[in-house]
């Protein structure tokens, strides 16, 4: 049995594989990932809304006080929430995520035009490439962590072999969400006075992912699975 685990382990790496192969060769291709990103801002942002004012909740259930401090602390976000829900008649959560949203765009936006669409399309470019091989090394170390004590799992009298798979599919959705965070963070919270500047920091990221040689991609011979987008 962990013998045949220990295959499904290698299949279940492998659909994993060819996912993040198709997402990185998707940035590759893309010489403008600015869409994509704009989309997994507001993903996150929303999650995000969603911890402190949780959705069609009531006013005495909201945090703006602690959304207010980590959207300045993690995420480069300046909100006055708590001001603006107290000078108005009558605020319910989604206009609250979409205030914070509008914000977040008006702080990427004056980026984009300090440095210019070109220079920044390529920050966010590298920042999504380096994010992922990164992430996608550490995952692949957690894979092998788990592939090693599966068979623990019969003792337990679970099936290693679902156990791996429901794991491993776990892990790589948290993969994802960590990949999400980074962009956006970065892309957040970089500070940049020129269009220089911001080619240096994506020159210096560029020569880093060059290090990473060891990153495999390579494309799985198993059938392909359903994608898991990143937006």
Known sequence: MFRYAEFCGCVVANDQRKETYR??????????????VANLREDVLRTICGLYV??????EQWDLAGLESVLASEWGLTVDLQKWVENAESVDDSEIVERVLQAAKEVYDSKVELCGRDSFAGFERSVLLYSLDTHWREHLAALDHLRQGIHLRGYAQKDPKQEYRREAFELYGELLDVIKNDVVKSVMTVQIRSASELDQASESMNEDLAKLSDVKY????????????LN
């Open 54 to 59: 949780p959705h069609e909740s009531m006013e």
């Open 218 to 229: 390579q494309h799985a011979d198993a059938e392909d699975r359903k994608s898991t987008r």
């Open 23 to 36: 997402l990185r060769n998707e940035v590759l291709e893309s010489g403008d990932v600015g869409e994509l």
